[in-house]
């Protein structure tokens, strides 16, 4: 309706296909400038035999967390800790815990561990993960802001026809993600927004 002035006709055709790459690309454009808490999921595997790696799904990004063995108690997990580079574990020993990621989005990516986890070993783990692909007017898009959706693909089809109302779209789309990252970093009603002292931070309790 912005764009061609007539809210009745519904595109199709090629003109159809545009809009949904349009709708892929703009939400990939909100996931790549924030690590959004609707991408973020947690892992639970259990390790079916002993081995130095796991695979990742497909649309794994990066890790969120340390990964956590619970077999060694609910309450004492033994952490791993991601390594800056994969070249520093030539500098780690062979009883360091820690982790790291191979592979690429073609081959698909995997999570060294060391030392070997034992079969039976419970992990978890934090991942921000890529969107899901909007290939068809079926597919759920994942962004929760419809209004910047909507104007940034407004931006895309009136660039693509050389509109002169591009750049205003353009400007408009950036600062409604703008406020949406704002709104992000606003604690809820439900958190604790105070920065803890030095003996809460130590779990120290005054006169116990």
Known sequence: AVVDQDG?????????????SYGDRTQRDWANVYNWTELRSTINATVLYSGTSIGLPARFDRLVSPVYDFSTGVDSPTQYIEL??????FGK????????LVGDEARGKALVINPALTSGASIVFDIQSTPSSL????????CPDRSYMATRIEYYRLFARSDSRFPQAKADS???LANRIEKSDV????QNNQIPTWAEKRNFRIGG
């Open 84 to 89: 800056n580079n994969p070249s520093d574990r």
């Open 135 to 142: 290939a068809t007017l079926t597919d759920t898009v994942t």
């Open 187 to 190: 604690p809820s009603g439900g």
């Open 93 to 100: 020993l062979s009883t360091d815990k820690y982790v790291y």
């Open 174 to 176: 950036e600062q409604m």
């Open 8 to 20: 009745s006709t519904t595109p199709s055709g090629t003109e159809l296909t545009n809009l949904v």
